[in-house]
């Protein structure tokens, strides 16, 4: 047996971190792409609670499997109600976003998540980020600056809903990391997808209320059930990654590792949905 010392320990965690960081980013660039494609003919609100059900179905089979607790305690302690506040929040808000504005741009938005989950991890967690953890966060922000260009048309209106989203994953995030030690990462994953499933409940209540023309739920082609369940797979593979990396690792050191989304997206956006960047971009 190899015997590692603490920093060893650290580094370790945190190659881990990064390399699942890396892997969620990916995962929710694709499903992001299905949602987009999905949105297009499919009700945002359906989708959500399709999605919800698949994910919360998934992790409950695999606590099950893994003899572990369908319902725990746990579950009513006040950290998972925040981060059950600021899932649906997020999950509501970035939703609307990718479908009523460029991928590229709506994901670019979320590239300010590291800055935040950083502030919040020195406030919340006592964490100590040197300045080169801090250089690395800032100078990958402001590249984010470069791509979505304040003030041009890129930044729409509905930018505002991208930056909401933004807002609620960051809190998500930090309250997985302060989430009880005692919870799996399957038990999160079903609670969080219970989420996803409240939050499509909520969208489509509020369209039946307030937009009473619009289809709040239709047949669903296999075309469509092609992006839906793509949707699903790719938010289900994301979701774990994200909540490993976010339980190993410093979250300085894991979190700058969400801007590869950004690059992710930019492509997805150009071979796969048409957009065309500018030359800055």
């Given at each position: 047996m190899i015997n590692f010392d603490l920093g060893d320990k650290d580094k370790l965690n945190n190659l881990k971190g990064s390399v699942f960081m890396t892997l969620a980013m990916l995962g929710f660039t694709f499903e992001d792409f299905f949602l987009k494609k999905a949105t297009q003919v499919v009700p945002l609100g359906e989708v959500l609670i399709i999605c919800g059900i698949f994910g919360f179905i998934f992790f409950t089979a695999c606590s099950w499997i893994a003899n572990q607790k369908i319902v725990y305690r746990e579950i009513f302690t006040s950290i998972l109600y925040i981060r059950s506040i600021f899932e649906v929040s997020g999950r509501i808000f970035y939703a609307l976003a990718i479908a009523l504005m460029p991928i590229t741009n709506a994901s670019a938005i979320l590239q300010a998540t590291p800055i935040?989950?950083?502030?919040?991890?020195?406030?919340?967690?006592?964490?100590?980020?040197?300045w080169r953890r801090w250089s690395a966060i800032i100078f990958g922000f402001l590249g984010v600056l470069l791509i979505i260009q304040p003030g041009t048309e890129g930044f729409s209106i509905f930018s505002i809903f991208a930056v909401l989203g933004m807002i609620g994953f960051a809190g998500?995030?930090?309250?997985?990391?302060?989430?009880?030690?005692?919870?799996?990462?399957?038990?999160?994953?079903?609670?969080?997808?219970?989420?996803?499933?409240?939050s499509g409940t909520i969208i489509t209540i509020f369209n039946l209320v307030f937009f009473t023309s619009?289809?709040?739920?239709?047949?669903?082609?296999?075309?469509?059930?092609?992006?839906?369940?793509?949707?699903?797979?790719?938010?289900?593979?994301?979701?774990?990654?994200?909540?490993?990396?976010?339980?190993?690792?410093?979250?300085?050191?894991?979190?700058?590792?969400?801007?590869?989304?950004?690059?992710?997206a930019l492509l997805f956006g150009v071979i796969l949905l048409g957009e065309n960047p500018n030359n800055l971009v």
């Open positions: 935040v989950v950083v502030l919040g991890a020195v406030v919340f967690l006592n964490e100590n980020v040197g998500r995030d930090l309250a997985t990391r302060m989430s009880p030690v005692n919870m799996s990462n399957f038990q999160l994953g079903s609670f969080g997808f219970l989420m996803v499933l409240i619009n289809p709040v739920w239709v047949n669903i082609s296999a075309e469509d059930w092609v992006f839906i369940l793509g949707n699903s797979v790719a938010g289900i593979i994301a979701y774990q990654c994200l909540t490993i990396a976010m339980r190993n690792g410093d979250v300085s050191f894991v979190t700058p590792f969400r801007y590869v989304r950004v690059l992710f």
